[in-house]
């Protein structure tokens, strides 16, 4: 079946420095992939999804880049802001036919980032 | 942006009690689904449906059953609560299969 690692646990940065949460994944189709992301006490929401073109998806100063390859959808910023603080999701969507249309997420990353 | 609402916010019952979580979206989504989040775990398929009077089952469906009686309402129920089933509970909605998810607010339930 699909599954799913993220980078687990905790990850602290300070304020400036570049962001990079790992993603890797396995599927046998060929997959869509996400990162929804969980501030406190608030729900998850989409961050960015993979495009079917192979462009990179950006949004908020973050991107991701989708390699088939070694398959993996690692989330980076260049600079990391206080206000990026959450729990970052990385989910994949592979679908089989029929009306399957689940989500497998990962465990979540915590990000803490520090002045 | 997609709406999707639950309720109650927070639940409290006893083991062996019966509890019903409701969720609706107003968006026309066809797909609904029901999550669990816990520490360690993240977040967990326990149902879903693509529309009224479907049922499909998630990856941890163990103690738990749902109901999708309209376009718009998703249902969550435990039968027979147990302190295992203490968890935040997330609806979300899509439109197909590769579109995004919606959540909602959760609801917190605690089962003592």
């Known amino acids: 079946g699909d599954s799913v690692t993220q980078t687990e646990g905790l990850v602290t940065l300070t304020e400036g420095l570049p962001v990079m949460l790992n993603c890797t994944y396995q599927?046998?189709?060929?997959?869509?992939l996400f990162w929804y992301v969980q501030h406190l006490n608030e729900a998850p929401k989409l961050l960015l999804k993979s495009f079917t073109d192979n462009k990179r998806p950006e949004h908020q100063g973050f991107h991701a880049t989708l390699h088939k390859s070694s398959s993996s959808f690692h989330l980076q910023k260049s600079s990391a802001q206080l206000s990026d603080s959450a729990l970052y999701y990385c989910?994949?969507?592979?679908?089989?036919?029929?009306?399957?249309?689940?989500?497998?997420f990962g465990k979540g990353t915590k990000l803490s980032v520090k002045s | 942006e997609a709406a999707v609402t639950q309720s109650p916010r927070n639940k409290v019952t006893v083991t062996g009690g019966n509890v019903t979580l409701s969720c609706r979206q107003t968006?026309?989504?066809?797909?609904m689904y029901w999550y669990r989040q816990d520490t360690g775990h993240g977040l967990r398929l326990i149902h879903y449906s693509y529309g009224a009077g479907n049922l499909q089952i998630g990856d941890v469906p163990d103690g738990y059953k749902a109901t999708r009686t309209t376009q718009e309402d998703f249902f969550l129920l435990l039968e027979l609560a147990s302190p295992s089933q203490t968890s935040l509970y997330f609806c979300?909605?899509?439109?197909?299969?590769?579109?995004?998810?919606?959540f909602g607010p959760g609801t917190r339930l605690l089962v003592l």
């Open positions: 599927s046998t189709y060929s997959p869509f």
């Open positions: 968006n026309s989504h066809n797909y």
């Open positions: 989910a994949l969507s592979a679908y089989s036919g029929g009306s399957n249309a689940k989500l497998t």
């Open positions: 979300a909605s899509a439109g197909g299969t590769q579109d995004t998810q919606y």
